[in-house]
């Protein structure tokens, strides 16, 4: 089975600072990779995917990822955090085989953004 | 385009009894997943249906079952409820074997 590590549970940053969230996965072939948002009381959000393009991802509100096969790495990054990019960030990792084993994501444990004024 | 919708939004049920969780995919789509999120932790996968069957299931015991209807929308059923039940429970839609997948808001179930 796939399985994601967000290093990191808690990470803040002053608004304006860079935001690094990493993101390792523990595949046998590179997988799709995923980055969500979660604002409180709400569900998840997509940011941005990667599925077998370019290696560096551009998602919405500014986020991008990059594919590092040699180090299983998805980090994601922001170079100037918002106040509003507060919230809760999950990586996710599907297979890529074909068939029945599409659409069902392993997820990380989450990594809290706060954004300090 | 209505997105994803679940119903209902919150849910306090007692151990023992049984729930009814509903989902509606996004428009055009025609694969519905159930995850579980506990406090504090990452979304579980449950079970995913496609053509009305259950075409993969994760770690969950027989407690949890599913349906899918002829217009794609979905029930997930818990029966017995235990209080380590008590989570976010959240509905993802998709095209058949793509990966992108399109979340609900989520139902808050609470067992006491």
């Known amino acids: 089975a796939q399985s994601v590590t967000q290093l990191g549970s808690h990470v803040s940053v002053s608004e304006g600072a860079l935001v690094l969230l990493r993101c390792n996965y523990s595949?046998?072939?590179?997988?799709?990779l995923f980055w969500y948002v979660q604002y409180p009381n709400q569900g998840l959000q997509l940011l941005l995917k990667y599925t077998s393009a370019a290696t560096l991802v551009k998602g919405i509100n500014g986020f991008e990822a990059e594919f590092k096969k040699s180090e299983t790495s998805f980090h994601l990054t922001k170079p100037s955090a918002h106040m509003s990019d507060a919230a809760e960030y999950f990586c996710?990792?599907?297979?890529?085989?074909?068939?029945?084993?599409?659409?069902?994501?392993?997820f990380g444990r989450g990594t809290q953004l706060t954004v300090w004024p | 385009d209505a997105g994803v919708t679940q119903s209902p939004t919150h849910l306090i049920k007692t151990r023992g009894q049984q729930v009814t969780l509903r989902c509606s995919p996004k428009?055009?789509?025609?694969?519905v997943s159930w995850y579980q999120q506990a406090l504090g932790q990452g979304p579980q996968f449950i079970f995913q249906y496609y053509e009305e069957e259950e075409r993969q299931r994760g770690n969950f015991p027989d407690r949890f079952s599913g349906h899918q209807f002829p217009n794609y929308s979905s029930e997930l059923n818990v029966n017995a409820l235990l209080l380590g039940d008590s989570a976010l429970y959240l509905c993802?839609?998709?095209?058949?074997?793509?990966?992108?997948?399109?979340f609900g808001p989520g139902t808050r179930l609470t067992v006491t």
């Open positions: 595949s046998s072939v590179p997988p799709y």
């Open positions: 996710a990792v599907s297979d890529r085989a074909t068939g029945s084993t599409l659409g069902r994501l392993y």
């Open positions: 993802a839609s998709s095209l058949v074997d793509r990966a992108s997948l399109y």
């Open positions: 428009s055009g789509h025609d694969t």
